[in-house]
């Protein structure tokens, strides 16, 4: 959905940002929330405020999910401001209040919106630029989740509950397919075959979760690559980004999709499948990013599945494209007709190219871990 000039002048007149409203416009490729760049002039300079919607189909209780970000983001600038070198206020997220001082803004249709500093000479990419872009979101995405094994208690709340369970993400698509309210799955029989033939990549994770075999820590749950925010000089990581689905959860699945998001060689949604491959070199970039911050406290059981869980989260992503596609288009944005079946496709051919290199992953990460 796209707000215009003067509903956003209006929403972001509630919140404490100096200075003059000049405009906004749409601004990322997210699939989920509704993105603004606004701008405003203070003090004869020109400043820049990310202004959200956030989506209301998609998180049921907005509250919640902006309590676990004011907890999150507040301790990552605390900590920040301890790490010899750092700069809090570009490598963490700050949200500006409203006027009120709440974190968000509830407007006349019941949709909340927020604000957030925007990251300065800094952008994120929909796809790896090179080894160290690799590295870099690796090494930031496991600082991330470091800097967070000490979020002093309660337990953050689950703003998707059972968000990456593979059982429930499965038995959904079923629902899907035996429903078929769009007639759409005569189109996919191929990707649905596929699906259902590797029902056994299922909940190897969510297994040792329940069964406390594997420890839970608070993960980001949506590393996709555009969500880090890269330095446009030094091509360093500056923040991750994107943290309403900051929760309780395996740090696999952090890894899992950083593995699906960056070892890609093409985009999300690329039609020509012949251009899908998973590149090797770029996953060992990945792992070594990723095992130079998390490697500080990962558990024996967390190592020992990270070859896995590039499959794992694939295959779960996959079946949420595919279960949209049937579904008629009503969690992802799309942006063409066959969109979320495209994206589906992508996914079911990443995971064939990394079945097929399984043993050059599993050499990688016994190298690092
Ligand atoms: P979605 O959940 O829809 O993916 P994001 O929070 O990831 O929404 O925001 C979408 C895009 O907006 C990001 O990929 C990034 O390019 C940009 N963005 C988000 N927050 C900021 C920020 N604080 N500073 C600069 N750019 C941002
Ligand atoms: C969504 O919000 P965004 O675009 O970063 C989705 C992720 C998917 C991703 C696939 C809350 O991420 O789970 O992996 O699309 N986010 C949510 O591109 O569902
Ligand atoms: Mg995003």
């Not at 949200?95 to 009120?100: D, G, K, S």
């Not at 496991?142 to 979020?151: A, V, Y």
């Not at 770029?282 to 869980?309: K, N, Q």
């Not at 063409?336 to 992508?346: E, I, K, W, Y």
Request: aromatic residues 8%.
């Amino acid at each position: 959905m796209h707000h215009d000039k003067q509903t956003l002048r209006k929403i972001s007149s509630q919140f404490r940002i100096p200075g003059r409203f000049l405009d906004a416009a749409p601004y990322g490729t997210g699939h989920i929330n509704d993105t603004y760049a606004t701008r405003w002039l203070a003090d004869g300079h020109e400043e820049l405020f990310i202004v959200q919607r956030i989506n209301p189909n998609v998180f049921k209780q907005p509250e919640w999910l902006m309590e676990n970000i004011e907890r999150v983001t507040r301790h990552l600038q605390q900590k920040l401001a301890q790490l010899p070198g750092a700069d809090p206020s570009r490598e963490a997220l700050t949200v500006i209040p409203t006027h009120q001082g709440t974190s968000s803004f509830r407007d006349e249709s019941g949709h909340y919106w927020r604000t957030y500093v925007f990251i300065r000479q800094s952008r994120s990419y929909d796809t790896c630029i090179n080894l160290n872009h690799a590295y870099e979101s690796a090494r930031m995405f496991g600082r991330f989740q470091l800097l967070l094994t000490d979020l002093p208690g309660p337990r953050l709340h689950d703003t998707i509950p059972h968000f990456h369970h593979t059982g429930r993400r499965l038995a959904a698509l079923e629902q899907a397919i035996q429903n078929d309210p769009m007639n759409r799955a005569a189109t996919s029989q191929k990707e649905i075959a596929f699906s259902l033939a590797r029902r056994s990549i299922g909940d190897v994770i969510t297994r040792l979760l329940e069964s406390g075999s594997m420890p839970e820590r608070i993960t980001h749950n949506d590393t996709k690559i555009n969500n880090v925010m890269i330095d446009e000089t030094s091509g360093n990581g500056v923040c991750v980004i994107d943290l309403d689905t900051v929760m309780p959860g395996s740090v696999l699945y952090d890894f899992g999709d950083m593995v699906r998001s960056t070892t890609r060689t093409a985009v999300e949604d690329e039609q020509d499948l012949n251009k899908v491959t998973m590149d090797i070199s770029i996953f060992d970039a990945l792992a070594r990013g990723y095992l130079d911050t998390a490697g500080a406290f990962l558990h024996p059981v967390e190592r020992e599945h990270l070859a896995f869980s590039g499959i794992l989260i694939t295959f779960n992503i996959g079946i949420r494209f595919l279960t949209d596609y049937l579904m008629g288009d009503v969690y992802f944005k799309v942006h063409r007709p066959g969109h979320n079946l495209d994206r589906a496709r992508v996914q079911f051919a990443m995971i064939e190219q990394m079945e097929r290199q399984e043993k050059e992953i599993t050499r990688v990460i016994a190298r690092y871990a």
